[in-house]
């Protein structure tokens, strides 16, 4: 996390799949084609709103706490955007801040999940919406985002409890978008094009992280 700039993915974007929906439907001229299409964007029909549960999150082992509006954009993903990829990030600070600063509109930064040092973990946003957390609108829309509590100079914060736990998490998330578990797809902050961030930095052991999601990727649900 550290310090954010004002993230420029503000405005809803129909991705590429929907602007292509109608040279797709003028060229088959299906009508079961064009019916898909159209009931796979209904919502974003002003004033209609896709049905969700309140609370409802995504991954079993979470506590549900809502990030402010401001800090993320109303998604249907993986159908407008495909998921390829986890990012991962540090909060540079307590668990307690990153809640925070994710609740403030002021913010315009939040991310999916956050996971504590005790292997706690806290979703904010629906995987399906689009976080404002890499700083970049493409690697927004195609991954989630996960922060991890502590700071990038601190190799005492990421505790095993917090590689354990996040290892499940980012495991269950390739699993469910059909990731590739590799660092090509699990991949830091640093490593987005064009941030100005360093997580989760020096300390961070991506060999034992990946270890850990590969392990927890291929044992029993």
Known sequence: MGQRKA??????????????????????????????ELARLWWRTPGVEKPRKEGEVDYAGARWVAASDANWRRADRPDDFG????????????????VKAFQDPGHKAATHYIVR?????TQMIREL??????????????????????????????????????????????ARYDIPVDREHIIGHVEVPGTDHTDPGPHWDWKKYMRLVREARTAPA
Request: aromatic share 6%; proline share 1%; hydrophobic share 35%.
């Open 83 to 98: 998921i390829d990829m986890v990012i991962v990030h540090v909060t540079q600070g307590s668990f307690d801040s990153a």
């Open 129 to 174: 919406d689009v976080a404002y957390h890499a700083g970049n609108r493409d690697y927004n829309e195609r991954s989630v985002g996960i922060e991890h509590e502590g700071f990038v100079d601190r190799p005492q914060d990421f505790t095993d409890e917090m590689y354990e736990a996040s290892a499940r998490l980012t495991a269950r998330i390739c």
């Open 7 to 36: 993230s420029t993915d503000g405005d809803r974007k129909v991705g590429r799949r929907a602007l292509l929906i109608g040279g797709l439907v003028a060229a088959t001229g299906t009508a079961v084609l064009a019916r898909d």
């Open 117 to 121: 040092q005790d292997g706690h973990v």
